[in-house]
Structure formats: structure tokens, C-alpha cells
């Protein structure tokens, strides 16, 4: 397989070849990293977080918008489909690299975590990348500065005018937009974490609404979760039968049936300290080659209702 960072930098340089029809801002940082704002400063939109999905997939998934309901009023919805869930999903789209430091808060996804590849997923899927250019999607409310950039840079091995920072808050319409797209990749993690051979699932499908945009972080943090727990649906086709498939959707969770502004807050605010079965799609078919189908959950488009602020 071609290298993961050299597909997503082919994508960010079309994000900047069409910058001002996306409603996106880039720019260099003094060490030659680039940063391109996709919903901080800049207004993004649903072509916009379509794309920067795109990007956290490094171009191995299909992102699309289609028109759904939810509680009968029409509402965006995105779907992700990939025949490589183990490395576009896991490999790249998780949202596995913490940055915090002074003065920066943030998530990290996308391909730049492969060329670092320390998390338990890239010896169970087998892939290592190898490039001279980097791009980490950072979710963050401020815009990535010197220090981050140094930092990836570092941690990737690459010189810091080699690295490429898209980035957006939740609490905008590409962040809307790129949580959606995640349905897909909460499956694929869930079943990963349950023990199960990322390299046994053949190909996925997700769809989720895409939430309606808050300013209030804590709030779009809750719609955003709330839209993949009770609103997202995922299709997955695998190799192997398993007995814990029915733990895949979010109903096994103690939580099931609370928003999750509510489960954060009593975590404290902590995304670690939730329980990570909270984080998964709303229902899950599963479909055994050559063997049986299984389906688990169900949507709650009355919880999504009152999460979105439906009257």
C-alpha cells in the first residue's frame, strides 16, 4: 500500500488549491509548517468537513452527504465507506495522539500518527508508515502554533516544514461533520478492543447526522456524541464469527439512554474517564462471510431530538 501521508498531503494541497470555495484559511508557521484552518477562524462547511474526513482517512474511504430525518425534520447526514478499515480507520482516522502542552489543547488524527506508530493498533493491523511529510488533523478550539508543529515534527521524524495541520473545533460545521463521519471507525475500535482481528474486517459502512452546530464546546461535544451513540449506523462485513459482536453498539453500555453532556460532565470533563463503550454507533449489522448476519441496536431519534435542540 502506498504511503498514507503522501495521499492526505495530495489531499491538503487540494484543500488549498480550493481554499477560498471551501471557506477554509491556510498559512505558514515561520518553521515552514502549514496550518489550515477548516472551522477555528475560519468558516469551513459541509464540503469542507467532508474533505478534511477525507483526509483523516488519507484518501481510503469514500465520504459523502446525503439528506435524512431526524424526529421528521431533514438533517445532513455523512456517510464513510472504506474495504481498508484496519488502516484507513484505525491507522489513521482515530483520533488517538493527545496534544497538550503549554498554551494548547488538543486531538490528533489522521496519518501522522502511522509514522510514529506507538498505539497497541498498528502491530495488530501490520502497518508502518514511512514519508518525508506529515499531516496531523487537529481538533482543537485555537489554531496550532510553533510549538505543536516542532512537537509533531519531532515525534514523526520529519522536518517541520514537512508538516501539514488541518484543523477544526468541534464546535464548528467541519467538526460537525468529521465526528459523523467517525460512526464507522467507533465500530471497527469497539470490535478491536473486544479482541477481535482488526484484519478480519473486510470492509465497513457508517452513516450518521451530522449535529447542529454550537459555539459552546461542551455543548457541541455532547450533540456531536449524542448523534453516533443514538443516531449513528454502521454495516460491517468480516472474516471470522466472534461472541461478542453483540457489545458493539452503544445500547451495551451502562449509559445508554443518558446524553452525553451529562455522562462528561460526571466524568469530569475527562474524555479518559468515560467508559469507552459509551463511544460507539447507535446499531451494527454484521455480516459473517459465508456465514450468518447479525444486527444489535437500534436509533433513539427522541434522545437525538431533545440532544439537538429539535422544538
Known amino acids: 500500500m502506498d504511503s498514507l501521508n503522501r495521499m492526505a498531503v495530495e489531499l491538503v494541497d487540494e484543500a488549498l488549491d480550493f481554499a477560498d470555495e471551501l471557506n477554509l484559511a491556510g498559512y505558514e508557521l515561520d518553521s515552514g509548517a502549514t496550518v489550515v484552518d477548516f472551522g477555528v477562524q475560519a468558516d469551513g462547511g459541509l464540503e469542507a468537513g467532508m474533505l478534511l474526513a477525507e483526509i483523516q482517512t488519507a484518501g481510503l474511504a469514500t465520504v459523502q452527504s446525503r ?6 425534520a431533514p438533517v445532513p447526514h455523512v456517510e464513510l465507506t472504506t474495504d481498508h478499515p484496519g488502516v484507513a480507520l484505525l491507522c489513521s482516522q482515530k483520533a488517538g495522539w493527545e496534544l497538550d502542552m503549554e498554551g494548547f489543547d488538543g486531538l490528533g488524527s489522521g496519518p501522522a500518527r502511522a509514522l510514529v506508530g506507538e498505539e497497541r493498533e498498528f502491530e495488530a493491523v501490520g502497518y508502518y508508515d514511512e514519508f518525508d511529510l506529515t ?3 487537529v481538533e482543537s478550539t485555537t489554531l496550532p502554533d510553533e510549538a505543536v508543529a ?13 508538516v501539514f495541520l488541518p484543523t477544526c473545533a ?7 461533520v468529521t465526528t459523523a463521519a467517525r460512526a464507522a471507525e467507533l465500530a471497527v475500535f469497539r470490535l478491536f478492543e473486544l479482541g477481535y482481528d482488526p484484519r478480519d474486517v473486510l470492509s465497513v459502512a457508517g452513516s450518521a447526522p451530522v449535529a447542529p452546530v454550537s459555539y459552546d464546546e461542551t455543548e457541541a461535544m455532547g450533540r456531536t456524541n449524542d448523534a453516533l451513540a443514538y443516531g449513528g449506523e454502521v454495516h460491517l ?3 471470522e464469527e466472534f461472541d461478542r459482536f453483540d457489545e458493539l453498539p452503544s445500547s451495551a453500555a451502562d449509559e445508554h439512554g443518558t446524553p452525553f453532556a451529562d455522562i462528561f460532565a460526571d466524568a469530569d470533563y475527562d474524555f479518559y474517564e468515560v467508559d469507552e463503550s459509551v463511544f460507539a454507533p447507535a446499531s451494527v449489522t454484521v455480516d459473517v462471510a ?3 448476519t447479525y444486527a444489535f441496536g437500534e436509533t433513539r431519534e427522541d434522545l437525538l431530538a431533545e440532544s439537538f435542540g429539535l422544538a
Open 67 to 72: 439528506m435524512g430525518r431526524v424526529a421528521g
Open 237 to 239: 462485513t468480516v472474516a
Open 290 to 292: 459465508d456465514g450468518p
Open 170 to 176: 468541534i464546535g464548528s460545521t467541519a467538526g460537525s
Open 135 to 137: 499531516v496531523l488533523c
Open 150 to 162: 516542532a512537537h509533531v515534527a519531532e515525534r514523526a521524524d520529519v522536518n517541520e516544514s514537512a
